[in-house]
């Protein structure tokens, strides 16, 4: 190591108290609770429902670590990084889908071992049927997934061929259709499809509203498992780095059958270029993802019945392949 670089802080990285002290903090929703005038520790316990000495060293970490401030022994008031805690409470807290995500973090030993999400060892079911069973946290997810978690796009799908001859997308996994919004704003001469789960497409319609595209748009509530509508540009944005090769060549095979004879599939998420470096994410852990080098993608695309048309950087940083199904 170079004597002007700096070695990480491992007891820093190490550190487990702090994150989770913010998630239960944010949890019980301490911040709001302060901003209504419950100041002091005991009023502070009684408003959060909680026991009041371990409510206090929580906040007392938090407040050597820059979260809040004491202003005098056992009266606590918000600072900053408090606020910006409020603000992020519906995606870590654990009462929710922030709850599943970071339990989920502790089943990394038994996926690394084995290759295998253990999520249901936690939970009882496998992510999806999770979901499923829990709206309320489904909703959480859909959001996480959507603007108010990732924010509204702002980027074009830039295609081999352009866009003259697209007038059907269908964006399968889509969500609540913020991506999809975004392209028919852009391209209005196209209508759209939004293809996810029954209640995901149910949340979309203030989503279309909003961008002004509602009237070119219809929402099929089902499985991307199942036979899809027909279309000429299907998208797959953050839908193949949720699974693993099996069902990827299954999802692929679908998109390849509606395609036909002259469609493209269009792959954002999922797919890297062979010699970008690996990453961990939590899609790995809690479904059993991975994302596919170009050369793995290849194989997995010829399986279900599709060519590579083209794949590289898009200008807005995203790695973007471009499938055709093949002519056999």
């Known amino acids: 190591m170079a004597d002007d670089q700096t070695p990480p802080d491992l007891a820093t990285m190490l550190d487990l108290s702090t994150p989770w002290c913010l998630r239960v903090a944010a949890t019980l929703r301490i911040p709001e609770h302060i901003t209504a005038g419950h100041t002091d520790i005991g009023a502070l316990a009684a408003a959060a429902e909680c026991d009041r000495d371990a409510l206090h060293a929580v906040l007392g970490h938090l407040v050597s670590r820059g ?24 995606f870590i807290d654990l009462d929710g889908i922030g709850g599943r995500m970071a339990h989920t ?3 990394l030993l038994d996926y690394v071992r084995t290759g295998q999400p253990s999520y249901e060892k936690v939970f009882g079911r496998p992510f999806w049927e ?16 959507g603007p108010a978690g990732h924010g509204v796009p702002d980027y074009d799908i830039e295609l081999s061929g352009g866009w003259e001859a697209v007038r059907t997308v269908v964006d399968v996994g889509g969500g609540t259709g913020a991506l999809l919004a975004s392209l028919l704003r852009r391209h209005p001469r196209a209508r759209g499809i939004l293809v ?4 995901t497409v149910a949340r979309a319609a203030e989503t279309m509203k909003e961008a002004g595209v509602a009237a070119r748009v219809t929402t099929e509530g089902q499985s991307f498992f199942d036979p899809l509508p027909a279309g000429d540009l299907f998208v797959l944005k953050s839908v193949l780095n949720d699974w693993p090769d ?10 390849a059958e509606a395609a ?3 469609g493209r599939i269009a792959v954002l998420g999922g797919v890297a270029a062979d010699d970008t470096p690996r990453s961990l994410g939590i899609d790995m852990l809690v479904a059993g993802g991975k994302t596919s080098t170009l050369t793995q993608f290849t194989e997995l695309a010829r399986r279900a019945g599709l060519d590579i048309l083209a794949a590289g950087p898009q200008s807005s940083g995203r790695y973007l392949v471009e499938c055709r199904p093949d002519e056999s």
């Open 67 to 90: 979260v809040f401030t004491e202003d005098s022994p056992g009266r606590f008031s918000c600072n900053q990084a408090a606020e910006g805690l409020a603000e992020a409470h519906r």
């Open 105 to 107: 973090w502790g089943t």
């Open 130 to 145: 999770d979901l499923a069973a829990h709206p309320r946290i489904a909703a959480d997810f859909d959001a996480l997934m």
């Open 196 to 199: 996810d789960l029954p209640g």
């Open 246 to 255: 099996e069902p990827t060549v299954a999802i692929l095979r679908r998109c």
């Open 260 to 262: 036909r004879p002259d």
